[in-house]
């Protein structure tokens, strides 16, 4: 079934004209109406759209024209993410109805370089991951789906598109790529143009790619960098493959333990970073317990920059929020300026240790598990982020996550193994600008496990 | 939360919406408060602005 190419395979068959792009998008779309009833991945879908651009698409690739490996590739959007004509809601009532005239930056440069829009994912409400989306988890629908680009995770897990954006404003993309066994990447901030995006937190927030395989991740953000000689060579895929030297990974074990991660987790990604020590990777033990700081910075700038950019429609239509989003965005008004100081300060701190960390033991990443648990039931979910972390509160899982965002490093989610037969994260967090060699060493793992990465929905879809 | 805090959230989105709101915000804000006390408990310079990139 054509649906079942990723990127790089689609890539390479449409190149050689074994595919037509209208065959392979019809047939992911077919598997998105097969799949969407029941994991309601999508809010908007362009069925008529995407099957136009893919015969334009076809017929310049027969006039010679090809652009490129994402020339023909199908690709779905977080509905934070501004798109030319199709809703963006940010999946709030309050902004029911609001229509982009343009594409956020990252979507336009997709589309120059051939990629096909299917439509919007589904998002926690303006992503701020307060409120229940109606997405299941393809592997446990009981469970939490990821988030908040719960849409952009479910629908590459189906196969309802081979690749999707989210945003990432303390780990929403790197959470639904653990929970749904795939990758997913925060790069360096910087790397990519941000603009045309609902945003929570400017300083925090960062477009990234979603996808079922490093390469096809790899693929994606190419697709949407400012400069591509800032990511890596043009033939990136084959860039990706190319051995690191001497790679060398910090593992920070004692954290792990303080910061609540479950006893099988911490197993599982033992177990990782066992199959990195055992194919030549260097394991360096490292103590970086100002890690933690991260989270009350995020807390705190999130809250401010929140209120600052969604305060107008809060004020206008306060009944349109959900509850939850509704009480985090009123608690902005607690937030002072010399609150906002204490905040940088913390922030420049946690970068010079981290930097003094990687420099000092000449690491090409720090490893840890992406999120602490399994995905926990969603009847016993909280997702409060100013709650006390326990078992079934997600603001645990930001304590791994939320590090990139506050110092601006690439981070990536690479499938780590299993748990109750539930997928779990292995998190690389890299040095500025560090994206390729985040890929690279991915790479090193995904092929040493060589693990499957397909979601076979409770249906046998 | 303080007066002003209140008066500055009644503003924003009115009393009504406020009282719904009151008691899961005073619990949120007592999660801030500990948020805070972390950050006053870190020492060093107050930077201007923020570099991504690490400088040798």
Not at chain 1, 248 to 269: N, Y
Not at chain 1, 299 to 314: I, K, M, P, T, Y
Not at chain 1, 403 to 432: D, I, T
């Amino acid at each position: 079934m054509k649906w079942q190419y990723g990127i790089e395979e689609a890539a390479r068959r449409i190149a050689a004209r074994e595919l037509s792009v209208v065959e392979y998008v019809s047939s992911v779309l077919d598997r998105l109406a097969e799949t969407e009833p029941e994991v309601s991945a999508w809010t908007y879908v362009d069925r008529e759209g995407a099957l136009r651009a893919a015969q334009q698409a076809d017929v310049e690739i027969a006039a010679g024209q090809h652009r490129g490996p994402l020339h023909g590739i199908p690709f779905g959007v977080k509905d934070v993410i501004d798109t030319a004509g199709l809703p963006t809601e940010g999946g709030s009532k309050a902004y029911a109805g609001r229509i982009p005239d343009h594409d956020a930056a990252t979507v336009r440069a997709l589309r120059e370089n051939g990629a096909i829009l299917l439509g919007k994912t589904v998002t926690h409400e303006i992503a701020y991951g307060q409120n229940f989306p109606p997405t299941r988890n393809p592997w446990d629908p009981s469970r939490y789906q990821g988030g908040s680009s719960a849409g952009s995770g479910v629908a590459v897990a189906v196969g309802s598109a081979p690749g999707c954006l989210g945003t990432d404003t303390s780990g929403s993309v790197r959470n639904p790529a653990s929970v749904n066994s795939l990758v997913g990447m925060r790069p360096t901030t910087g790397l990519i143009d941000g603009s045309g995006v609902m945003n929570l937190s400017e300083q925090l927030d960062q477009v990234g790619p979603i996808a079922r395989t490093t390469v096809d991740c790899a693929l994606l953000l190419q697709g949407m960098v400012k400069s591509r000689a800032d990511l890596g060579p043009e033939d990136i895929a084959a860039a990706v493959r190319r051995p690191l030297n001497r790679p060398r990974v910090g593992v920070d074990f004692a954290a792990w333990h303080d910061w609540g991660v479950s006893t099988e987790v911490q197993a599982a990604i033992k177990e990782a970073v066992n199959v990195l020590a055992s194919t030549g990777v260097e394991i360096v033990d490292v103590s970086l317990p100002e890690l933690s700081l991260a989270l009350p910075v995020t807390l705190v700038s999130c809250l401010a920059d929140a209120l600052r950019l969604h305060g107008s429609a809060l004020s206008d239509r306060p009944e349109d929020f959900e509850p939850g989003t509704r009480v985090m965005l009123e608690l902005g008004c607690a937030v002072t300026e010399e609150h906002l100081t204490l905040a940088r300060r913390a922030r420049a701190h946690l970068r010079d240790r981290v930097r003094a960390t990687f420099l000092d033991a000449d690491l090409t990443a720090l490893v840890s598990p992406t999120l602490s648990g399994i995905p926990p039931r969603l009847s016993d979910l909280s997702t409060d982020l100013t709650r006390e972390s326990d078992e079934a509160d997600l603001s645990s899982a930001l304590l791994l996550l939320a590090p990139a965002n506050v110092c601006g490093l690439p981070a990536l989610s690479v499938p780590g193994g299993f748990v109750n037969g539930l997928p779990v994260g292995l998190h690389l967090l890299g040095r500025p600008y560090g994206d390729l060699a985040l890929f690279r060493l991915a790479q090193h793992y995904e092929t040493a496990v060589a693990r499957p990465a397909q979601a076979t929905l409770r249906s046998g879809r | 939360m303080n007066d002003a805090e209140l008066a500055a959230v009644a503003q924003l989105v009115g009393e009504d919406v406020l009282a719904e709101d009151r008691a899961a915000l005073e619990a949120a804000h007592a999660n801030l408060a500990g948020a805070i006390e972390q950050l006053r408990a870190v020492s060093g310079e107050h930077p201007s602005d923020f570099d991504v990139r690490w400088t040798q």
